[in-house]
């Protein structure tokens, strides 16, 4: 499994688009770029899945250039409430596993 | 929410004591999944199972035995616990694969284990 490099964690101001930058530079052909978020007390969550270039849902878009290196997690006019840990995996689409670094713990201030 | 639920929630324990916890889905998902979240560390893998009494080790396995006698159930047990495994148990549990054509967990609630 491809090893993942995030940023520890991050502040940033309700109304602000936060991105977190996640580096893989060993990634695989045919792996997809992941990301989950946690909020504190909970299990992890799936928010986006991509990958090649740029995918989009109602939660937050996913920005992959193409040699794939590395990925970014755009989260547009954070509230308090997107505080949290935020994880970047990186696995063949067929795994039967994953493996879970330390994440991105994100604080989002008033 | 996927119906993922974990027994007990919580549960405080001696050291040296046996302890088994709980995943029970009603997802009829193949795979079910161990982990365990301590400061600093974010989530490690224990133990998963691909399929009824098929299971594999993860990354901190040592301690730790796993059963999965039905698709639903799936049982951490710890044969003697130790203050080291003190900690916070998430299960969670895929398909092979997600709608969007990769791979997708849903984790359950946790469950606080204070070994003292």
């Known amino acids: 499994l491809a090893k993942t490099t995030q940023p520890i964690s991050m502040d940033s101001y309700e109304g602000q688009e936060v991105n977190i930058t996640c580096s893989h530079n060993n990634i695989a052909t045919n792996d997809y770029i992941t990301w989950y978020q946690q909020f504190p007390s909970q299990g992890p969550r799936f928010i986006i899945q991509g990958y090649k270039t740029k995918v989009t849902n109602e939660v937050a878009s996913l920005f992959i250039p193409a040699d794939r290196k590395s990925s970014t997690l755009s989260l547009p006019r954070v509230s308090l409430s997107d505080t949290a840990v935020y994880y970047c995996l990186v696995a063949p689409y067929n795994t039967d596993k994953l493996i879970f670094g330390t994440g991105t713990r994100l604080q989002v201030f008033p | 929410d996927a119906g993922i639920t974990q027994s007990p929630r919580h549960k405080v324990t001696e050291t040296g004591t046996p302890v088994t916890l709980r995943c029970h889905q009603t997802?009829?998902?193949?795979?079910m999944y161990w982990y365990r979240q301590d400061p600093g560390h974010g989530l490690r893998l224990i133990h998963y199972?691909?399929?009824?009494?098929?299971?594999d080790k993860g990354e901190v396995s040592d301690g730790y035995s796993v059963s999965r006698s039905k698709t639903e159930d799936f049982l951490l047990t710890l044969e003697s616990a130790t203050s080291s495994q003190t900690s916070v148990y998430f299960c969670?549990?895929?398909?092979?694969?997600?709608?969007?054509?990769?791979?997708?967990?849903?984790f359950g609630p946790g469950t606080r284990l204070t070994v003292t």
């Open positions: 997802e009829n998902h193949r795979y």
């Open positions: 969670a549990i895929s398909e092979s694969y997600s709608r969007t054509g990769g791979y997708e967990q849903y």
């Open positions: 199972s691909y399929g009824v009494k098929d299971t």
